[in-house]
């Protein structure tokens, strides 16, 4: 019998940070204390605490270790396993400091105390390569109940009664598009597929749940098919996610092997098969008609709307297209009931949303709260606050088609209308953290020059607006802007939003438009002080020195690489030798003078 | 798959190797597994509980866990049980064939074999 489980995330965050290495070492170690007999290493997905990898958890305890490497293992095998003493130096420790206490379960911590999981429900809990595992968690269930017990619309009626609204971004009710596409099945070749193109800077969720919980998708778009009368699935994966698309073939050929894909699927006549695409990484590619345009082995450009993917869809047939975040929540809804789901969550908002916590936060990693939860429970207290006691002054969600949350709004519950009424959008649900030190102009144009790069070009508003609307920011952050510019850009980012073909030039100047609202002090400082008051935006930044600081050492000299610093004559009371001064024609302000100064003599404004 | 027959024989199966990630199980035996505890032939007693849990086929609804000292170690091998609801059950000087009366009238009969228990190997 196994009496303990060593689990090992092999997630992308920690398989970078060496988890395989440590996973081998366990195995390795397990063996030779002869302990392989009761003990079991297992390979999961991701805990959600990248910041923190390569993670390891130890069960019956729960005992989180966190940033274990090779050489601690022997240690954590021979006095936990063995001895049965927690190895205290590298449990996890709440990274807010002033906590002195470890914390031996991962339950208790503060980063997953208030959070609840459930479409991340069995990632960092079952192997996702063992289908034996999933079933042991009740997977394929819901399947199992919906085509035995289950009518086609009375498992649409379940997920209308949910609320479920689709996590990928618009966040449309998931049971209405089943509903759309439902007519007159079986005369009609339907599909359904799923968006599995990730492409938010920063945003991984659905990588997560593709490599941490694969079959929870299958078993949930097998529940659509029948729901909707289909008989065949793609899922749509970015081909920069080798180990979920990976772990997703391998759980679709087991699933095949066991029969739950395939032909009379449980005895019922029920036929449903899967396969993958793969995205070549254009972020257009995540927009619904883009997307089928690729699978259909076209160029990835989206196409007019109406007509919508539930009348014509994947091969100009009725297709139900969801998110992997939303499928993953299907199978728990059908099994547990519409009543049990939308009981979380707000009036509008029901169940939990999945955040990537990023930026300029302490936890940066998954995290999953019901909705309605406040931006500030989730920097605060799961997010562990800012480093360095830095003061919060923005977050940015949906990525490059969302916009920026001020501090003054930190209170707003979180969820799809309260974002759209300041502003921004849930989108897949990147949340950035930013502190004082971000200059929001900047924000914008990074997200800008995001969306101006990843354009299809196939309409004008998109392709030549937000190339305008960059070189207006440009030009700002130059140092050269005027005030009429911000009510030009004002102008424009509504031309593009109101004429854009598809969804990404239809959000593409949210950003710009959100801290144009809410930092538009910046903007002005920038266009009439000349000033970047965050002391990002290298063009208007002054480096200077101190003569009565410069101690003359000369170090700064040597390591500008513009030559723009040169002996001064003057020479400081008390000390030796002439002081610095720096050519602001010359400098390029790469910083290297300040940084290197060991006396506080440069400064930049 | 060709029923739910299946499925569900599947998920009996597993189910018992993944309980222990669960923690829904619903007794805790907990050995005392510190150098004392190691000294004193606390491996044996694990290994008798692991087996014999496994044997009586309550894994579903049986951990067995291991910890530190506890403090009381000219009594060791010490292994205690948890179950909700009722006071925690401490048996001390421990060894492989106690353990089998302990999971027959203990976990399995739900009568504690009292003279095994701290507090009767203290007074006597």
Redesign the interface.
């Known amino acids: 019998?196994?009496?303990?489980?060593v689990?090992c995330c092999g997630g992308t965050g920690c398989t970078s940070s060496g988890s395989l290495k440590i996973q081998e070492a366990f195995v390795r170690e397990i063996e030779k204390q002869g302990l392989a007999e009761?003990v079991k290493v297992v390979q999961t997905g991701c805990f959600g605490l990248c910041a923190l990898g390569p993670v390891v958890i130890l069960?019956?305890?729960?005992t989180f270790y966190s940033r274990v490497e090779e050489k601690d293992v022997a240690e954590i095998v021979s006095e936990h396993l063995?001895?049965?003493?927690?190895v205290e130096r590298l449990v996890y420790n709440e990274a807010s400091e002033g906590s002195e206490e470890t914390h031996a379960s991962l339950n208790d911590t503060t980063f997953y105390k208030s959070q609840h999981r459930l479409a991340l429900r069995n990632c960092g809990?079952?192997n996702p390569e063992n289908i034996?595992?999933y079933?042991?968690?009740?997977g394929?269930?819901a399947l199992?109940k919906v085509l035995?017990e289950m009518t086609p619309d009375e498992v649409i009626q379940t997920i209308l009664d949910s609320g479920l609204r689709g996590r990928g971004g618009g966040g449309f009710p998931t049971g209405l598009k089943w509903k759309f596409a439902s007519g007159n099945r079986g005369n009609v070749k339907k599909y359904v597929a799923c968006n599995a193109d990730e492409g938010d800077p920063g945003a991984f969720m659905d990588r997560s749940i593709l490599e941490g919980d694969p079959h929870a998708l299958i078993e949930a778009m097998a529940i659509a098919a029948y729901a909707i009368g289909a008989d065949e699935g793609y899922v749509y994966v970015r081909a920069e996610y080798p180990i979920a698309v990976n772990r997703l073939q391998i759980a679709i050929d087991q699933a095949k092997e066991?029969?739950?894909l395939g032909n009379?699927?449980?005895?019922t006549g029920f036929n449903f098969d899967l396969s993958i695409r793969l995205g070549a990484g254009a972020f257009v590619c995540g927009e619904e008609t883009a997307l089928m345009t690729s699978i259909e082995g076209n160029r990835g450009e989206p196409r007019p709307r109406p007509p919508f993917p539930a009348v014509k869809g994947l091969f100009g047939q009725p297709t139900v297209l969801n998110n992997v975040e939303t499928y993953a929540n299907i199978p728990q809804i059908i099994l547990k009931g519409a009543d049990w789901f939308n009981q979380i969550g707000t009036e509008k908002s029901k169940g939990t949303k999945v955040f990537a916590l990023g930026g300029k936060i302490n936890n940066t990693g998954l995290v999953e709260v019901p909705m309605g939860t406040t931006l500030r429970h989730i920097i605060e207290e799961i997010g562990g606050g800012i480093p360095n006691g830095k003061k919060f002054k923005a977050a940015q969600t949906g990525g490059p088609s969302g916009g920026c949350i001020p501090a003054h709004l930190i209170d707003t519950p979180i969820d799809y209308d309260n974002l759209m009424a300041i502003g921004s959008m849930m989108g897949s649900g990147g949340l950035i953290v930013m502190d004082e030190d971000t200059c929001m102009v900047d924000i914008a144009r990074f997200f800008l020059d995001f969306t101006v790069d990843e354009s299809c070009g196939k309409c004008t508003p998109c392709r030549v607006g937000t190339k305008r609307l960059l070189e207006l920011l440009d030009k700002i952050i130059a140092g050269n802007g005027e005030l009429e510019d911000l009510d030009r850009m004002e102008e424009l980012c509504n031309y593009i939003k109101s004429a854009s073909l598809c969804g990404l030039g239809q959000t593409a100047p949210n950003p710009v438009l959100s801290t144009l609202k809410y930092f538009r002090d910046e903007y002005v400082a920038h266009i009439v002080d000349k000033k970047c008051p965050a002391g990002v935006c290298k063009s208007l930044l002054q480096f200077k020195i101190d003569a009565d600081k410069c101690i003359g050492c000369g170090k700064c000299a040597k390591q500008c690489p513009a030559d723009a610093i040169t002996r001064t004559d003057y020479i400081a009371p008390g000390h030796k030798l002439a002081s610095f001064t720096i050519d602001t024609t010359k400098c390029v302000k790469c910083g290297a003078c300040m940084s290197g100064c060991k006396f506080g003599a440069i400064s930049k404004s | 798959m060709k029923s739910l027959a299946e499925l569900a024989a599947i998920r009996e199966k597993m189910k018992d190797k993944v309980v222990l990630r669960e923690g829904t199980s619903d007794t805790r035996i907990v050995v005392g597994m510190a150098t004392c505890g190691i000294a004193a032939g606390a491996r044996p007693v694990l290994s008798a509980f692991v087996e014999g849990i496994n044997n009586e086929g309550l894994a579903s609804s049986v951990t067995v866990s291991q910890t530190g000292c506890i403090g009381i170690c000219q009594y060791e091998p010490v292994v205690e049980v948890f179950q909700p609801g009722k006071e925690k059950v401490t048996y001390v000087k421990m060894t492989a064939e106690k353990v089998e009366k302990v999971i027959a009238e203990h976990i399995k009969g739900g009568k504690v074999v009292e003279e095994y228990t701290y507090n009767y190997t203290v007074k006597a």
């Open positions: 019998m196994i009496r303990a489980h689990l009761e069960y019956p305890d729960g063995l001895k049965g003493r927690p809990v079952i034996e595992e079933i042991a968690m009740d394929y269930a199992g035995t066991y029969g739950l009379d699927i449980f005895g």
